[in-house]
């Protein structure tokens, strides 16, 4: 002990009286060791502070006998992506991804997946499915199943209900999916995309007072946002990183409505949530998203097609196949050459299947 008092420069009776709280002793001498075998620095000031702190060390261990109170792990990894959890609100916080065009490669299918509650969070504190039965809310990725097909594990985990908020049925299906899929489209541009979606509630105002209020559903009581956001940081060599912040509210939003009308700072986004999203990106050295990438989601017939395409990929019969192809007659769609091999590709699928039988 006293090659640390005479490190420290402090007298050992000083040192000495200190030592009265194992723990709040042991994690000062690991400092000082660290610091020693690094060579670093020491403040001697704030190392003197910390054993003045020990008393109230001590005070909160005696307040806090019967443990701390506990909100749950703050981070929460997946095969895929990473997220924070709300237990109150049985929906995620937060939940982070990093797309690449070779991690958007893959072959594993949405098809046989079911959503599930997650076994990591306590029964107690989580949504189940039951909850959205008849809610006439959907169950909305946050991550979505579109950016896991990697491995059937990352598609697997991405149906966690932990990965699922309550959401509007034509939102999910329709502005937000096309959203998801502009951030995959983004792949095609820059090397890099990282993206931080989670559910929001603003407030309303009414007789001059502000309010917050939001709907919760089922027995579990989930909490339904009244918004979501996005939050995209796209990077390509030797250029600015390009950041875009989007609030999009949980409602229906037809092909008349442009992504930049839901575009806000990320300063705005930090204010209202709390959280400081991303505290290694140096803003002043980002440009905005919009300006150097178009932000124009797909257009409403190249949506239609885009979604007759997954109607064809989960046919399992040759009537089902024929009859998801005749709307393109029925909408006045051209099929795309992709189209026509996607519909001649399971159309042989479905005849073997069915001379195996």
Request: charged content about 25%; overall charge positive.
């Amino acid at each position: 002990m006293l090659w640390i008092c005479k490190l420290l420069r402090i007298s050992p009776p000083m040192f000495l009286r200190g030592f009265v709280s194992g723990t709040a002793v042991s994690t000062v001498v690991y400092a000082v060791l660290y610091a020693s075998i690094n060579r670093k620095a020491i403040d001697t000031a704030s190392v003197q502070s910390n054993f003045e702190d020990i008393n109230k060390l001590e005070q909160g261990q005696e307040i806090l006998k019967y443990g701390f109170p506990d909100r749950g792990p703050e981070l929460m990894y997946y095969t895929n992506h990473v997220l924070a959890y709300d237990r109150a609100k049985r929906t995620p916080v937060w939940v982070a991804e990093h797309l690449t065009a070779e991690t958007l490669k893959g072959y594993a299918s949405r098809k046989n997946e079911k959503f599930l509650p997650d076994p990591r969070i306590p029964e107690m504190f989580s949504a189940q499915n039951s909850d959205y039965q008849g809610s006439g809310w959907s169950r909305g990725h946050m991550s979505p199943a579109g950016n896991h097909k990697i491995s059937k594990e990352a598609m697997k985990d991405s149906f966690f209900l932990s990965n699922i908020v309550p959401q509007n049925y034509e939102n999910n299906a329709g502005f937000w999916n096309r959203l998801e899929m502009y951030c995959r489209d983004l792949t095609k541009n820059f090397q890099s995309v990282r993206i931080i979606s989670g559910p929001l509630v603003m407030p309303y105002e009414e007789e001059g007072k502000k309010f917050i209020k939001y709907q919760i559903i089922g027995n579990s009581e989930v909490a339904v946002p009244t918004h979501l956001y996005k939050i995209i940081v796209a990077e390509r060599k030797s250029q600015p990183v390009a950041l875009g912040v989007f609030i999009i509210p949980n409602e229906p939003l037809d092909f008349s409505h442009h992504l930049t009308k839901y575009q806000i700072t990320l300063p705005q986004l930090e204010s209202r949530t709390g959280i400081n999203f991303v505290p290694k990106l140096d803003l002043s050295k980002t440009v905005n998203l919009c300006d150097v990438h178009s932000c124009q989601l797909i257009e409403k017939g190249k949506f239609e097609l885009y979604f007759i395409g997954r109607k064809l990929e989960s046919a399992n019969t040759l009537s089902r196949l024929e009859h998801v192809w005749k709307e393109l007659e029925e909408k006045k769609l051209k099929p795309d050459k992709d189209l026509i091999d996607l519909y001649e590709k399971r159309h042989k699928e479905i005849l073997m299947e069915e001379k195996r039988k």
